[in-house]
């Protein structure tokens, strides 16, 4: 009698996104927020105390402790964040003016195979000039992408918990 010689594998799916693209380099979205300034690394590490006042003053979650900020040497901050839009990371930073107000936000990374609509110049616009007593709530000041809901709203949040890092841990 002659051994089947097949043996049979259990065989894991990978899921990697496909769609990814990086729009900036860190450096490149640094020169595009501030252009010709100089940045100095400023980065932080949240405090319990300082994460729980983040997330009270705007109902969204701290996930990671560690900012990555960089001051700008016109009195700006240049803060690199990211936030999943349905499945997938989105980074993107937010620029801050010496007042505190949004600057400029742009996308970094986006690896979603749709919503990356939020990478449209007048969505994007609805940010500047917002600070920490602006509500941002979609549908509210910021429109909603349809098609991008998800991500319009974790970007959103995500520039929320930026203005309130700023206030309570950079400013």
Avoid: C
Wanted: without cysteine.
């Amino acid at each position: 009698m002659k051994l089947n010689q097949w043996a049979w594998l259990p065989i894991a799916a990978i899921s990697t996104s496909v769609y990814a693209t990086t729009y900036f380099t860190t450096e490149e979205a640094q020169q595009a927020i501030f252009p010709g300034e100089k940045l100095t690394p400023a980065f932080i590490t949240l405090t319990d105390q300082q994460a729980k006042k983040i997330e009270d003053a705007t109902d969204v979650n701290v996930r990671h402790r560690e900012i990555k900020a960089w001051k700008a040497s016109g009195g700006g901050w240049f803060i690199l964040d990211e936030v999943v839009g349905k499945h997938e990371f989105i980074t993107y930073a937010v620029g801050l003016s010496a007042d505190g107000s949004v600057k400029q936000i742009e996308i970094v990374d986006y690896r979603e195979s749709y919503g990356y609509e939020v990478r449209n110049p007048d969505w994007r616009k609805q940010f500047t000039g917002k600070t920490t007593a602006a509500p941002l709530k979609l549908e509210q000041d910021i429109h909603n992408i349809s098609g991008a809901t998800l991500s319009a709203r974790h970007v959103t949040d995500g520039v929320k918990r930026v203005l309130a890092t700023y206030a309570i841990a950079l400013k």
